[in-house]
């Protein structure tokens, strides 16, 4: 009977329209938000960093574990996160990231969020993150440690402040920009930024937080920052000074390449149009 058919379709029609309205209520404005959890040795510390993620806008998570000494992978499965990758070699904390965004990449992410699962970083701020992106503001928001005054406070050995300092203060003049830190660990990104840079030639290291940014820049998208708490404790820091070291002498080189880049006189191979 054509009326009883009528009435059907509209009712699957109803069904369907109520499951989509549920869904975007409970997303952000409609962008599906991964989190990446760059691992290692992070098994101490993932249940605190899992358990306070915001799951009503967050669509999923994905734990890469750099080949760590620990059972961060069994920690990972206790806490039935579902995207696990575990390097059979340690590839580094640059090398991990790559795994992080292909992954959130192939899983149709519009919001990639990366937070160390050390628990050093509230992810209480993942809301206001996914926000400033979900709703075009900013495509980057970092979460800084320096904007606010509680980095001393919160335990950041004072030596890792000075470099901080100066390091941004070296960069900012390079890049031609004003960011209070290019070093925090915490940091979103919209999925198109990410396809846009050529982010598999960076460094296995971690220079390759910077060498993103510089990339970001280069490729001239602007950069939010929004107050992040600082906390310092021993699971959550593990950089030693001569590693801090190495970081910051890559630090000056990518500025200093940036810049030469910018005004012609070299081609960095990190700005090659290569995107995936
Ligand atoms: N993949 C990988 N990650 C590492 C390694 N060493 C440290 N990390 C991670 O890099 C991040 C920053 O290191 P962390 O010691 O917390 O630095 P800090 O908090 O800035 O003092 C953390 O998420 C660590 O788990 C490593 O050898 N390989
Ligand atoms: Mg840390």
């Known amino acids: 009977m054509p009326v009883g058919w009528n009435f059907q ?6 069904i369907f329209f109520v499951i989509n309205i549920t869904f975007a209520a409970l997303m952000l404005n409609g962008k599906k ?20 993620i915001p799951f009503d806008i967050v669509d999923d998570v994905v734990l890469v574990d750099d080949n760590s000494r620990d059972d961060t992978v069994g920690e990972g499965k206790r806490l039935g996160i579902k995207n696990i990758i575990k390097h059979e070699v340690n590839k580094g904390y640059g090398g991990n990231q790559k795994s992080c965004y292909k992954k959130a990449l192939e899983l149709g992410a519009d919001i990639v969020i990366m937070l160390h699962p050390d628990y050093q970083y509230t992810p209480k701020l993942v809301h206001a993150m996914s926000s400033i992106i979900a709703f075009d503001v900013y495509p980057v928001v970092l979460a800084s440690r320096i904007l606010g005054r509680g980095a001393l406070r919160g335990g950041m050995p004072v030596y890792k402040y000075i470099f901080n300092r100066f390091l941004t203060l070296f960069e900012n003049i390079l890049l031609r920009q004003k960011l209070s830190e290019y070093h925090t660990g915490y940091r ?11 982010f598999t030639a960076n460094s296995d290291d971690f220079v390759f937080d910077n060498e993103m940014i510089s990339q970001i820049f280069m490729n001239g998208f602007e950069i939010a920052e929004v107050t992040c708490p600082t906390k310092y404790f021993e699971e959550a820091s593990s950089i030693n000074f001569s ?11 990518v500025s200093l390449t940036h810049r030469l880049h910018k005004w012609g006189l070299i081609k960095g191979k990190l700005y090659a149009k290569e995107t995936l």
């Open 9 to 14: 379709i509209s009712k699957a029609h109803f």
């Open 243 to 253: 590693r801090s070291m190495k970081y910051g002498r890559g630090v000056l080189r």
């Open 188 to 198: 979103a990104f919209s999925a198109d930024v990410i396809r846009s840079i050529n």
């Open 33 to 52: 938000i991964v989190i990446v959890l760059p691992a290692y040795n992070a098994a101490l510390t993932l249940e605190r960093t899992y358990k306070e």
